[in-house]
């Protein structure tokens, strides 16, 4: 952490608390797969800027994150979901998903979509994230805090957002290219987008050999 970035945190008042709402599913939950707990596997913890918080990746996501072997959840920040609203902007945010990420076993990867986007970067500069997976980003920081630890980060945007600001900020902040699928960047819970969307993940996850 920088002396700046440390200097902007330690004057910041601790956020007002909040009765987080998490949802989780571990491999040893799909009752109807023969899935088992990957040990090397780091679990994954995912934020939406969707209204609908942790519910939102109920239906595919933490189920198919589940099938790969990993511990997968997804946390509703402060106004979201079933998680009250409280005091606090972005930086608040970022908060909330830090607090829920020391609570997962062994050292989590941030995957952030659209605001959620934002709160991950923020988040991952004061969490030692295993790695960093920012969906079609909105609202990014032009200038977000160097990410604690130097994880790896994956881009992944629509075809339709791959030349947009929101995509080259992140590219400018991380040196990375985007990675693009198919289908509209509002259809990133159900559908084959989705499927394709986290398909592309899981295998950027995968251990490489």
């Known amino acids: 952490m920088s002396l700046s970035a440390w200097v902007r945190r330690a004057r910041t008042p601790a956020p ?12 040893a939950d799909l ?18 800027g969707d209204p ?38 972005v930086e608040a945010r970022a908060h909330d998903l830090v607090q829920a990420a020391v609570t997962v076993p062994r050292q989590a990867v941030f995957i952030g979509h659209r605001e959620g986007a934002s709160w991950a970067a923020l988040a991952a500069g004061r969490y030692p994230a295993a790695g960093l ?46 990675l693009t699928f198919a289908g509209s960047p509002d259809e990133v819970f159900k559908g084959a987008a989705a499927e ?3 398909d592309a993940i899981l295998s950027w996850l995968a251990p490489k050999k």
């Open 31 to 48: 009752f109807d797969l023969e899935i088992k707990d990957d040990p090397e596997a780091s679990p994954v913890l995912c934020c939406t």
């Open 133 to 178: 997976v920012l969906v079609s980003p909105r609202q990014f920081p032009k200038q977000p805090p160097k990410p604690v630890g130097g994880p790896p980060v994956l881009l992944v945007v629509s075809e339709s957002e791959a030349q947009s600001k929101e995509a080259q900020a992140v590219t400018d902040a991380y040196g990375v290219a985007p």
């Open 16 to 27: 007002a608390p909040v009765a987080r709402e998490f949802a989780f599913l571990e491999p």
């Open 196 to 198: 394709g969307l986290l």
């Open 52 to 89: 609908a918080g942790a519910a939102a990746f109920n239906a595919l996501w933490l189920k198919r994150i589940a099938a790969s072997g990993r511990y997968a959840g997804a946390v509703s920040v402060r106004g979201q979901g079933g998680t009250p609203a409280a005091e606090g902007g």
